[in-house]
C-alpha cells in the first residue's frame, strides 16, 4: 500500500489549502484513514480520521472547527481541508492507512511521505 500526498505549501495566517492523498495498492474502501503533523523538534501530532466508509470522524482539540476531513473512496483519496491557518499548524503534514485506527498512531500501519505547511504570521 502505497500513500502519496499532495497540497501543502506556504500561506499566510487566516488562509485555506486543502490536502489530498492518493492511495494505491491497496483496497482503500477498507481503510481507516487519518492524517497527524509533525512540527521540527515536536512529536507526531494526531490531526483528523475517518472511518471507511466516511461515516465518523475525529479531530485533534487544535484543529476542531477548522479543519474537515473527508474521503472520496471511488478516488481512492482522502482530503484535509484546512481553514483560518494559523502560524501554529505549520508542520509536515503525514497521510496514513489502517484497520479502524481512530486517533491511535500506532494502529495506523501505512504512511505517507509527508507534505510541508508553513504558515506565515
Known amino acids: 500500500v502505497q500513500l502519496q500526498a499532495s497540497g501543502g505549501g506556504l500561506v499566510q495566517a487566516g488562509d485555506s489549502l486543502r490536502l489530498s492523498c492518493k492511495v494505491s495498492g491497496g483496497t482503500f474502501s477498507a481503510y481507516g484513514m487519518g492524517w497527524f503533523r509533525q512540527a521540527p523538534g515536536q512529536e507526531r501530532q494526531f490531526v483528523a480520521a475517518?472511518?471507511?466508509?466516511?461515516?465518523?470522524?475525529l479531530y485533534g482539540d487544535s484543529v476542531k472547527g477548522r479543519f474537515t476531513i473527508s474521503r472520496d473512496n471511488a478516488k481512492n483519496t482522502v482530503y484535509l481541508q484546512m481553514n483560518s491557518l494559523k502560524p501554529e499548524d505549520t508542520a509536515v503534514y503525514y497521510c496514513?492507512?489502517?484497520?479502524?485506527?481512530?486517533?491511535?498512531?500506532?494502529?495506523?500501519?501505512?504512511w505517507g511521505q509527508g507534505t510541508q505547511v508553513t504558515v506565515s504570521s
Open positions: 496514513a492507512a489502517g484497520r479502524d485506527p481512530g486517533w491511535i498512531r500506532i494502529k495506523y500501519d501505512y
Open positions: 475517518i472511518r471507511w466508509n466516511g461515516g465518523s470522524t
